[in-house]
């Protein structure tokens, strides 16, 4: 199965992603973003780091885990290799996520071409018929 | 959607359904049919409909498709009964422009630009995850937060009249640190004085033309081959951060039913979390500052280092591309104070305006107006017309017309590189793909935008300038 594809957008980036579960889907949300960004299946998962968010709704956790990416790149030099252990749940309070996002830290073996600076709500869209398909626009 | 036309420069979307007020684009009919295919004038429409905005929705000649409010759209709302929104700002807050002069000349740097922008290159971190050079403590970065570059010229980098060469003085007084998130802060710290990457770069350029001598001559531009350079980078993920974490809170205190496009949250100027993103914004806006105070004078540094002297490298202007604030203007004859958003829009104040220092307040503002990588800038000066035909603002670049994506299925870095070479113009970046996805193809006719900003009065040309050597983050 796709993972994602990249489409075009005249100033940022696009992209859908695919998954037979939202699960699926939202990593693959995430690796898409990565792509823009690095090749992740060149990036070695040597470490490990665990995520938990919540949101109002499905999109803002969308933003919330595509930013933790972003988050995590600037602060802790990490780019993602692959995501495991991906759950979302509903509760009444909203929406929330837990992941495990294995990569490595930046270094001389790695080449970053593109800077997504955010994650946005322009165009977004969470739909489900045989499966999810998320599409995101982000900020480059 | 019914647009109308005024005259060949101007167009309007008429206030029909839910708008407030019309929206007026100055384009040309060459600009206007790379606007048409995408949304961007939707978007200029969705902003129409925003509480409390006042006269029109602005659209510049440079624009594009946004999110929220289109790229270069400006808006102005009532303190009272409008709004302050960060998807009218942008992410990228206070992404803007600094221009230094200089008294070499092009034949002065000939020999010796490859060692300059190599030189440029090792003191002025760039890239994507590439951290600054200094080691940023969260006390220092709070001080940073509310000074923004008065707090660089305390420290050592620069001098006083850079301050007063800089949009706001290079401070925002309502700047407030305590309200910028722990994850905005850890961003920032790392990030200070950094060029980073993407529409980001820093050019050694040379005059090509002058336009208007006196003009220019009070800017400190004398003549055809004189050196300059251009730095253009913003508040990194400090920003980035400030932006997101506002657009949450709002959604979640104002939920998103009824808006149009989820990017256009908003809160009432006047109300506690409109306040609150109005002060955090303004210490991103410092960050920013800072940040290309810190930038300048790492330049500096270089050309002493290599040319024997820097003396002459005064700083012309450092203007805002990405911001809101309070200003006066008039509205129905009368004065007042609005909240004025510039996303990707540059101010363009004309003579007389208190906000223009000293120096320049009988020329007015000099506004900074960069090409897309390796093509022509531009030097304008604003206009005491722009205030009656756009709130006092004109465009801020080129914008874009091709995706990252198709830019980088066309084109490769490496002959972007030896194409320009070829040209005499040298190209350093941390990354061949990253160039690719710059190239000049992808975007808008700079030549054409600022023919319009000049026509329509709302940005008059002073002066052309080409890049001689070009560092992309």
Redesign the interface.
């Known amino acids: 199965m796709e993972k994602y594809r990249i489409l075009p957008h005249t100033a940022d980036a696009k992209f859908r992603a695919y998954g037979r579960t939202l699960e699926e889907a939202f990593a693959n949300a995430a690796l898409a973003m990565a792509s823009l960004m690095w090749d992740w299946r060149k990036v070695e998962p040597r470490l490990s780091l665990a995520v938990r968010l919540a949101g109002r709704d499905r999109e803002q956790l969308l933003v919330k885990f595509l930013g933790e990416v972003i988050y995590l790149l600037d602060t802790r030099k990490f780019l993602l290799s692959s995501v495991g252990r991906l759950k979302i749940g509903e509760d009444a309070g909203g929406w929330t996520l837990e992941a495990e996002l294995r990569g490595d830290t930046l270094s001389e073996r790695h080449e970053i071409h593109g800077n997504v600076k955010a994650v946005t709500y322009n165009e977004m869209k969470i739909e489900e018929y045989d499966g999810f398909v998320l599409q995101v626009v982000v900020d480059m | 959607m019914e647009l109308r036309k005024i005259n060949d420069l101007t167009w309007e979307i008429p206030k029909q359904g839910d708008m407030n007020v019309p929206a007026l684009i100055y384009s040309s009919a060459k600009l206007l049919a790379d606007v048409k ?2 949304v961007t004038l939707d978007q200029a429409r969705n902003v129409a409909c925003l509480p409390g905005i006042q006269r029109m929705s602005y659209v510049m000649p440079d624009a ?5 409010f289109p ?1 270069g759209g400006v808006a102005a709302f009532d303190l009272d009964a409008g709004v302050i929104s960060p998807g009218g700002v ?3 807050i206070n992404c803007g422009v600094r221009l230094l002069r200089t008294d070499f000349t092009e034949e002065d740097v000939k020999a010796r630009r490859k060692e300059l922008l190599s030189e440029i290159f090792k003191d002025v971190p760039a ?3 590439k951290g600054g050079v200094t080691k940023l403590s969260r006390s220092v970065l709070k001080d940073i937060l509310v000074k923004g570059a008065e707090w660089a010229v305390e420290n050592g980098y620069g001098s006083k009249e850079d301050l007063e060469r800089t949009e706001e003085y290079g401070r925002m007084k309502d700047a407030d640190w305590a309200s910028v998130s722990d ?1 905005a802060m ?2 920032g710290i ?2 200070l004085g950094t060029l ?3 529409n980001h770069f820093l050019e050694i350029q040379k005059v090509r033309e002058i336009f208007d001598k006196e003009v220019a001559g009070a800017f400190g531009i004398d003549a055809a081959g004189q050196i300059l350079v251009m730095v253009h980078c913003g508040s990194r ?1 400090l920003g ?2 400030v ?2 974490d506002y ?2 809170l709002m ?2 205190a104002f939920g998103v039913k009824g808006l149009p ?3 256009l949250v908003n809160a009432p100027f006047r109300s506690e979390l409109g306040q609150r993103y109005y002060r955090t914004m303004c210490a991103a806006v410092n960050y920013a500052f800072a940040n290309r105070q810190m930038i300048a004078h790492w330049v500096r540094n270089v050309f002493a280092r290599v040319l024997g002297s820097s003396e002459g490298m005064r700083q012309v202007y450092d203007v805002c591309h990405n911001v809101a604030k309070v200003e006066k203007h008039l509205v129905g004859g009368r004065a007042r104070d609005l909240c004025i958003h510039r996303k990707g829009a540059t101010r363009s104040f004309g003579p007389g305006r208190p906000e223009i220092p000293d120096v320049y307040r009988s020329a007015g503002q000099p506004v900074i107006i960069p090409g897309s990588m390796g093509t022509a800038s531009y030097i304008l000066v604003g206009t005491a017309e722009a205030e009656e035909l756009s709130f006092g603002s004109t465009a801020h670049g080129a ?8 830019a980088l299925r066309r084109f490769r870095g490496e002959k972007i590189r030896d194409d320009l070479a070829k040209q005499g113009i040298e190209l350093q970046s ?5 160039v690719a ?1 710059e190239a000049s193809a992808a975007y808008k006719d700079v030549d054409e935008v600022v023919r319009v900003s000049h026509e329509v009065g709302i940005g008059r040309l002073v002066a052309k300038v080409v890049p001689v050597g070009v560092m992309k ?1």
């Not at chain 2, 594009?64 to 929220?68: A, F, R, S, T």
């Not at chain 2, 914008?399 to 198709?406: L, N």
């Open positions: 295919r995408d594009h498709q946004g999110y929220g790229i942008g992410y990228d890239g994507v995850g994850r850890e961003r790392p990030q980073g990457a993407g993920g980035h951060q932006a997101t657009i949450e959604e979640n496009d989820r990017e914008g874009r017309v091709m995706s990252r994506h198709e941390t990354s061949w793909k990253g996805e983050g």
